[in-house]
T-cell receptor
Framework: GENVEQHPSTLSVQEGDSAVIKCTYS??????FPWYKQELGKRPQLIID?????GEKKDQRIAVTLNKTAKHFSLHITETQPEDSAVYFC?????????????FGQGTELSVKP | NAGVMQNPRHLVRRRGQEARLRCSPM?????VYWYRQLPEEGLKFMVY????????ESGMPKERFSAEFPKEGPSILRIQQVVRGDSAAYFC????????????FGSGTQLSVL
């Protein structure tokens, strides 16, 4: 079945360092890849997304890259801050009229140490 | 997005009881998605509904679970004869058209089965 694998499961960095989280997906029809940040006990919040017609997208300290051939996509956070500490989830979907049906990765718990 | 309202925030049930979870989409939205999040796991798609129609229920367990989105009122996720394994956070999200739209989640309902 459709699957999204996410690594690492935990990531600890020093404040100011970069953090990279990687995902692979199995459904070759996937063409929409959002990333969500979830703080403890709260809702997942969309932080950035990318569609398959682009290879990279950046929003301030956050960037996402996509390699459709290899079915890989990654989240890059630069100049990390303690408030970046949270669980991050990648997801993949087919977009179009199935835009809301997403397959999520298992999550990465990011800890940014001051 | 604060516009997607879920209630209750916390729901405690004993084994064998029924659980009803409500989701009011953002104003004007007619597409609703339900996701389940088990402890320390990613979100799992359950069902996609439009007003008065179930579009995709491929993620719903075959028994005890049902969902509706009536013409008037909130979407309801109903779990009959709950078991401990149903304990999870249930999130809903809504969209205007169901196509190529960013998915924003409600605050979720934490179901605890004793």
């Amino acid at each position: 079945g459709e699957n999204v694998e996410q690594h690492p499961s935990t990531l600890s960095v020093q404040e100011g360092d970069s953090a990279v989280i990687k995902c692979t997906y199995s459904d070759s029809a996937s063409n929409y890849f959002p990333w969500y940040k979830q703080e403890l006990g709260k809702r997942p919040q969309l932080i950035i997304d990318i569609r398959s017609n682009v290879g990279e997208k950046k929003d301030q300290r956050i960037a996402v890259t996509l390699n459709k051939t290899a079915k890989h996509f990654s989240l890059h956070i630069t100049e990390t801050q303690p408030e970046d500490s949270a669980v991050y989830f990648c997801a993949a979907g087919r977009g179009g009229n199935q835009g809301g049906k997403l397959i999520f990765g298992q999550g990465t718990e990011l800890s940014v140490k001051p | 997005n604060a516009g997607v309202m879920q209630n209750p925030r916390h729901l405690v049930r004993r084994r064998g009881q029924e659980a009803r979870l409500r989701c009011s989409p953002m104003k004007g939205h007619s597409h609703v998605y339900w996701y389940r999040q088990l402890p320390e796991e990613g979100l799992k798609f359950m069902v996609y509904l439009q007003k008065e129609n179930i579009i995709d229920e491929s993620g719903m367990p075959k028994e005890r679970f049902s969902a509706e989105f009536p013409k008037e009122g909130p979407s309801i996720l109903r779990i009959q004869q709950v078991v401990r394994g149903d304990s999870a956070a249930y999130f809903c999200a809504s969209s205007l058209t169901g196509a190529w739209e960013k998915l924003f989640f409600g605050s979720g309902t934490q179901l605890s089965v004793l």
